[in-house]
């Protein structure tokens, strides 16, 4: 499986931005996708995933203002992110992995993008 994250960039605190992750496989429904973060010098964190049977589930910091959707007819997922803050500065990974419900780590996942860069000033 071949992702490729794109729409990072620049945005003032309380600015928006949606990332999309396109996916060359054909069973794409079937993978649960998830949204990583690594900010310089630090690990690569949990954002949000939605699974294969369509269930989302957020780390507690962006609850309520990030929102992770997919299009299954595209081979798409998005993560729409509002009210960004300073510390949502990080390169953002869309990662995919085959029929589990819950995939919350890295080593959880099969199949990695590239990245895409989001930079929040304040």
């Known amino acids: 499986v071949q992702l490729q994250a794109f729409g990072g960039g620049l945005v003032q605190t309380g600015g928006s931005l949606r990332l999309s992750c396109a996916a060359s496989?054909?069973?794409?429904?079937?993978?649960?996708m998830g949204w990583f973060r690594q900010a310089p010098g630090k690990e690569r964190d949990f954002v949000a995933l939605?699974?294969?049977?369509?269930?989302?589930f957020y780390t507690d910091s962006v609850k309520g203002r990030f929102t992770v959707s997919r299009d299954n007819a595209k081979n798409t997922v998005s993560l729409q992110m509002n009210s960004l803050r300073p510390e949502d500065t990080a390169v953002y990974y869309c990662?995919?992995?085959?029929?589990?419900?819950?995939?919350?780590?890295?080593?959880?996942?099969?199949?990695w993008g590239q990245g895409t860069l989001v930079t929040v000033s304040s």
């Open positions: 990662a995919a992995v085959l029929h589990q419900l819950f995939a919350m780590t890295p080593g959880d996942y099969q199949y």
């Open positions: 496989e054909r069973t794409f429904a079937s993978y649960t």
């Open positions: 939605i699974n294969w049977s369509g269930s989302t």
